[in-house]
């Protein structure tokens, strides 16, 4: 762990709260609720991993397992697209 996250977690303690920083559920949607996408995928990209707290880090590995079921779906959606079209025409057979 960064030098930073083990000081929050040591003011977290003394102080008596719980050991994840709460007030960055008021900023905005929380990874562990972040829709699967594109968005998802750049929260994902952009984040400092030094800087997560363990319970961070855990939404942190389930958000990327969201997002790679949510592309083995995408993936699987195309391959049952490409095997149901009609077989392709050769060149020349036009």
């Known amino acids: 762990m960064s ?11 003394v102080t008596g709260e719980p050991p994840e920083d709460t007030q960055w559920r008021s900023e905005g949607t929380v990874l562990a609720e972040q829709m699967p996408g594109a968005e998802l ?9 030094d800087s997560l707290t363990p319970i961070e880090l855990f939404e ?6 969201r997002l790679v079921a949510w592309a083995e779906q995408l993936k699987e959606r195309a391959v049952a697209q490409y095997c149901s079209e009609q077989p ?3 060149p020349g057979s036009a």
């Open 3 to 13: 030098p930073g996250v083990v000081d929050f977690l040591f003011r977290q303690l």
């Open 60 to 65: 942190y590995v389930r958000a990327s397992q």
């Open 88 to 90: 392709a025409r050769t």
């Open 41 to 49: 995928a750049r929260r994902l990209a952009d984040t400092d991993l």
